[in-house]
């Protein structure tokens, strides 16, 4: 078992939570069919949703409109659509529990929510050559 820091994006929350091992919980707490890693230095990797900015605002069963949610990092560009789930990596590139608290993921947290399709940030991919 890990220690880890989940961004509820939905909900707005960021709480500690435990991933146990192999990557099944990963998928339960984002609550995706995909993921991907963020780098944010220091040993700090933030798993998100690999189709997060693919998807739309939904409408349940019972009526309810669910709108797009999603959170920015401090210090990182792009907007990250869906939960976040903050674990952290050894000198082996092993997943390890998450080496910064909920109160520090929280000050660098701001929630994003967004109703219209048009106004959320577009997906986008960059190839940057090595020039040998």
């Given at each position: 078992?890990?220690?880890?820091?989940?961004?509820?994006?939905?909900?707005?929350?960021?709480?500690?939570?435990?991933?146990?091992e192999g990557?099944?919980?990963?998928?339960?707490?984002?609550?995706?069919?995909?993921?991907?890693?963020?780098?944010?230095?220091?040993?700090?990797?933030?798993?998100?949703?690999d189709e997060?900015?693919?998807?739309?605002?939904?409408?349940?069963?019972?009526?309810?409109?669910?709108?797009?949610?999603?959170?920015?990092?401090?210090?990182?560009?792009?907007?990250?659509?869906?939960?976040?789930?903050?674990?952290?990596?050894?000198?082996?590139?092993?997943?390890?529990?998450?080496?910064?608290?909920?109160?520090?993921?929280?000050?660098?947290?701001?929630?994003?929510?967004?109703?219209?399709?048009?106004?959320?940030?577009?997906?986008?991919?960059?190839?940057?050559?090595w020039n040998?």
């Amino acid at each position: 078992m890990s220690k880890a820091i989940l961004i509820d994006a939905v909900n707005k929350t960021v709480t500690e939570v435990e991933k146990g091992e192999g990557i099944d919980d990963i998928y339960k707490h984002l609550g995706c069919s995909a993921f991907d890693v963020v780098g944010l230095g220091g040993g700090v990797d933030c798993f998100v949703d690999d189709e997060g900015l693919l998807k739309e605002g939904y409408v349940d069963e019972d009526g309810i409109k669910h709108n797009m949610n999603g959170f920015r990092l401090r210090g990182y560009d792009q907007v990250l659509m869906g939960n976040g789930l903050i674990l952290g990596h050894n000198g082996e590139g092993e997943t390890i529990d998450a080496p910064v608290s909920v109160d520090q993921v929280q000050e660098v947290v701001t929630f994003v929510e967004y109703d219209d399709p048009k106004d959320k940030p577009q997906p986008f991919m960059q190839v940057v050559p090595w020039n040998f």
